[in-house]
């Protein structure tokens, strides 16, 4: 730690002082030998798992043959059965085109410039408690001031913010709605707005789940005025929810979806899968990048479809997501400072309050508790706009009986925070 903080910038946060030496599945051994049960899978990076074998042995197999080309110069098959892949996966009955890239900001960057290149617009709604990622123009569109944005501005123009609904806060799909049209008429009118985007389940501002009602709602919003809906999906989609996409389950088929994260169980690559016509709109060398669909994290991708189909991964999705909610639903029972489980799938979290009463998010608890969690060797992860939320990501390819025995850490890690605050 101390070379770190030396050599490292300080805004490069970390949530726990642990340096892992060898991970397995859902379990992590640290440089001092410990170990750990991961529930934060590098935030929702290892759905399918630290160092599954199958794809350690797809990414060793294109090592031996080439590493790098850049697509824009020598183009290889993965990349293109990747996006193949994609395009046949993705909701929606129209063609579908994919373009690969590297990271989850660079996708959401991609899918403004398409948008932007198609409708010939500019301006670009997001959401409050939105996280879209750190770049400049990323960072313009997540609705989360501190730590992200501080001292980072000015952002890209033309971007405003809606409320994303939640009932628990009081903000209904009504209000959340009125609040899009409200933007047209208080700072830009609807017919200059290139896209919508917005994440089915908010990530980092604390896995609030979009209704089915609202995303339908949305996306006639966008039919009326020619605006093109973009799906976040970087920390939702690659399984996490049960479906291969959030959007699934809810009937509705954005324009461009952005993901990232589990796609390639570790390996840094990203998508942006939409509309042939909409993904055709920049012109040739509007898009790409040096490392963009990198061989390595195609080979990879591929290798997780394959895992996915092979151990039944998004079924093992649901019945883990009902395993956990169950678990924390009885947990909450019994402590009145959880006010709130909920998620979608596997992607499942408690909000912490106190005494239950939402207008009174306790962040200092729940950092505590996480903090308690890794000292009994359980890396925990929080979220939320409050700092309030603990959520589980851990690997879909966790046995029950790991499962379980980090919820057992975790209800131990509450009663000894609990205890103490007394
Ligand atoms: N969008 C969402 C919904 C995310 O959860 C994240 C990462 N947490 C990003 C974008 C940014 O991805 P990356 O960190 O790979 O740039």
Not at 264 to 272: E, K, L, N
Request: proline share 4%.
């Amino acid at each position: 730690m101390a070379r770190r903080r030396t050599a490292v910038p300080r805004g490069v946060g970390q949530s726990h002082e642990v340096f892992i030496a060898r991970g397995e599945n859902a379990e992590v051994w640290d440089v001092e030998g410990r170990r750990y049960i991961d529930f934060a899978g590098g935030i929702a990076v290892l759905n399918t798992g630290h160092c599954h074998p199958e794809i350690i042995a797809a990414v060793k197999a294109q090592l031996d043959n080439y590493t790098h080309t850049c697509f824009q110069v020598v183009a290889y098959e993965p990349y293109v059965e990747l996006a193949e892949r994609i395009n046949a996966l993705a909701p929606g009955n129209f063609d579908k085109k994919t373009l690969l890239l590297s990271s989850g900001s660079e996708a959401v960057e991609n899918a403004i410039k398409i948008a932007r290149a198609y409708t010939q617009r500019s301006g670009v709604i997001a959401f409050t408690s939105g996280y879209h990622g750190r770049t400049l123009l990323t960072l313009g569109l997540t609705g989360k001031v501190a730590p992200y944005k501080t001292g980072f501005g000015p952002f890209p123009a033309e971007i405003f913010h809606a409320q994303f609904p939640n009932a628990l806060h009081g903000v209904s799909v009504d209000e959340a709605i009125a609040s899009v049209e409200s933007i047209f008429k208080n700072d830009i009118e609807a017919n200059r707005v290139a896209a919508i985007i917005v994440e089915p389940v908010q990530g980092e501002g604390g896995f609030n789940v979009a209704s089915p009602e609202f995303l339908q709602r949305l996306r006639a919003l966008c039919d009326q005025h020619g605006i093109l809906m973009i799906a976040d999906e970087i920390q939702t989609g690659a399984g996490r929810t049960g479906t291969w996409f959030a959007m699934e389950q809810s009937g509705v088929a954005p324009d461009m979806i952005t993901m990232a994260k589990s796609m390639a169980g570790g390996f840094p690559i990203s998508a942006v899968v939409g509309r042939a016509e909409v993904m055709d709109a920049p012109a040739p060398g509007g898009l790409g990048g040096t490392y963009a669909g990198s061989p390595l994290g195609c080979a990879a991708a591929l290798a997780v479809l394959k895992v996915f189909e092979k151990e039944n991964l998004l079924e093992r999705s649901k019945t883990l997501g009902a395993r956990l909610t169950t678990r924390l639903q009885a947990l909450a029972a019994q402590n009145p400072c959880i006010a709130d489980v909920r998620g979608m799938g596997a992607m499942v979290a408690m909000e912490l309050c106190n005494n239950g009463d939402v207008r009174h998010p306790d962040a200092d608890l729940t950092k505590r508790l996480c903090a308690e969690a890794t000292r009994r060797g359980l890396i925990l992860l929080s979220c939320g706009t409050h700092g309030n939320v603990v959520r589980i990501l851990v690997p879909l390819t966790a046995s029950n009986a790991l499962v379980d025995e980090g919820l057992l850490m975790l209800e131990a890690a509450l009663a000894t925070c609990l205890a103490l605050q007394r």
